[in-house]
T-cell receptor
Framework: QQQVKQSPQSLIVQKGGISIINCAYENTAFDYFPWYQQFPGKGPALLIAIRPDVSEKKEGRFTISFNKSAKQFSLHIMDSQPGDSATYFCAASAQGAQKLVFGQGTRLTINP | ETGVTQSPTHLIKTRGQQVTLRCSSQSGHNTVSWYQQALGQGPQFIFQYYREEENGRGNFPPRFSGLQFPNYSSELNVNALELDDSALYLC??????????????FGPGTRLTVL
């Protein structure tokens, strides 16, 4: 019940395209859903986060879509750029932003 | 405002040894969490410290222990190292409770290799 399942494991998108990464969870007590971006040799950096009282949140080129009934959420990266090439992790928590449960990660490659 | 810092950057130990990793939390933060990230995997929650006491623990054995100091910096100690302990150890700090602005900020990590 503590798992967060992320797909796909890897994704290749052309420059300017839309990158979509999906996550699913089981624990209905989760109330905070962030997405982190990680470059090689670096720690994860928070991209965007959502709470279950809204179905969508947009910040610049990044959008989270949240479906509470399906227990799924996704990250959309619009106009994907080569600099977006990184590993992306979804996460969830039942205690605000504390004690995060992470997905397995998606390695995103944006081809120029 | 300084970010989360960790030391050392890299560390090589042999099986059975003990190791101490250090973390300085971001200015103004009072909570420190530690995560283990195996190669190609997502981070896994080890434990969290708040007000110098352990405030929640993931599925890790007692040979993983920690401390938080009055200045909110923290240490992660691992005894009797095993080969599977080889991983990137991440420290994250936050200000808790802070309601809807609650966010964890991660340091760059310490890469531990156990031979």
């Amino acid at each position: 019940q503590q798992q967060v399942k992320q797909s796909p494991q890897s994704l290749i998108v052309q420059k300017g395209g839309i990158s979509i990464i999906n996550c699913a969870y089981e624990n209905t007590a989760f109330d905070y859903f962030p997405w982190y971006q990680q470059f090689p040799g670096k720690g994860p950096a928070l991209l965007i986060a959502i709470r279950p009282d809204v179905s969508e949140k947009k910040e610049g080129r990044f959008t989270i879509s949240f479906n509470k009934s399906a227990k799924q959420f996704s990250l959309h990266i619009m106009d994907s750029q080569p600099g977006d090439s990184a590993t992306y992790f979804c996460a969830a928590s039942a205690q605000g932003a504390q004690k995060l449960v992470f997905g397995q990660g998606t390695r995103l490659t944006i081809n120029p | 405002e300084t970010g989360v810092t960790q030391s050392p950057t890299h560390l090589i130990k042999t099986r059975g040894q003990q190791v101490t990793l250090r973390c300085s939390s971001q200015s103004g933060h009072n909570t420190v969490s530690w995560y283990q990230q195996a190669l190609g995997q997502g981070p896994q929650f080890i434990f969290q410290y708040y007000r110098e006491e352990e405030n929640g623990r993931g599925n890790f054995p007692p040979r993983f222990s920690g401390l938080q100091f009055p200045n909110y910096s923290s240490e992660l100690n691992v005894n009797a190292l095993e080969l599977d302990d080889s991983a990137l150890y991440l420290c994250a700090s936050s200000l808790w409770p802070s309601g809807r602005t609650d966010t964890q900020y991660f340091g760059p990590g310490t890469r531990l290799t156990v031979l």
